[in-house]
């Protein structure tokens, strides 16, 4: 069994920041991309921005040099610090790890429950 929890989410004015925590745990052999979608209402899940079991990220152009994602290996655990929050980063923010349960299994993709972000203008 394998869990993915989620923390972090509220309301805050424009201009103001968050940050998301996500937190996987159970049985774990490996991580490998952990990263954080968002969807708004009326559209389609984004992703919002990835970190490879290296460090390596990427973004979405929208929050470039706003939102910054990072992840602690020892806790299994990421990280989304988000500034200059506008009321277009309204939506619900998911959690999504993929990861091994064994050297020799699969990869497998799991999903936090979802945290809602209200930017208010």
């Known amino acids: 069994q394998v869990q993915v929890v989620e923390s972090g989410g509220g309301l805050v004015q424009a201009g103001g920041s968050l940050r998301l925590s996500c937190t996987a745990s159970?049985?774990?052999?490996?991580?490998?991309?952990m990263g954080w979608y968002r969807q708004a209402p009326g559209k389609q899940r984004e992703l919002v921005a990835r970190?490879?079991?290296?460090?390596?990220?990427n973004y979405v152009d929208s929050v470039k040099g706003r939102f910054t994602i990072s992840r602690d290996n020892a806790k299994n655990t990421v990280y989304l610090e988000m500034n200059s929050l506008k009321p277009e980063d309204t939506a619900v923010y998911y959690c999504n790890v993929q990861l091994r349960r064994s050297s020799w299994g699969l990869e497998y993709v799991y999903w936090g429950q979802g945290t809602q972000v209200t930017v208010s203008s």
């Open positions: 159970g049985s774990i052999f490996s991580i490998n991309n």
């Open positions: 970190v490879t079991s290296n460090g390596s990220t």
